[in-house]
Nanobody, 114 residues
Framework: QVQLVESGGGLAPAGGSLRLSCVTS????????WAWYRQAPGKPRELVAR???????NYAESVQGRFTISRDDIKKRVDLQMDSLKPEDTAVYYC????????WGQGTQVTVSS
């Protein structure tokens, strides 16, 4: 059974930083591409960042240069370091493999004040 537990969100000022963590209990973690998504109020869930099995990364244009995704295949954990936060980064952040699982974790709320 898949377990995804996101944490690390909170309130941050514009220009501040947060580090999100996703602790998983899944089979074959190291064989999967992992990603962070976010969903802002009234908007669909969007892909923020992903990291391949080889450690190659891709980022949404809106976060390029500000966010860094990383993975620990031993701990089965995916992190998202968020720097230079902007109010438009406010959203609930979720982690998942790609292709995504049918069920999502509860996410972690990130709120960036101006």
């Amino acid at each position: 059974q898949v377990q995804l537990v996101e944490s690390g969100g909170g309130l941050a000022p514009a220009g501040g930083s947060l580090r999100l963590s996703c602790v998983t209990s899944v089979n074959y973690f190291s064989l999967k591409t992992w990603a962070w998504y976010r969903q802002a109020p009234g908007k669909p869930r969007e892909l923020v960042a992903r990291i391949s099995t080889a450690g190659n990364t891709n980022y949404a244009e809106s976060v390029q240069g500000r966010f860094t995704i990383s993975r620990d295949d031993i701990k089965k954990r995916v992190d998202l370091q968020m720097d230079s936060l902007k109010p438009e980064d406010t959203a609930v952040y979720y982690c998942s493999a790609q292709p995504t699982y049918s069920a999502w974790g509860q996410g972690t709320q990130v709120t960036v004040s101006s």
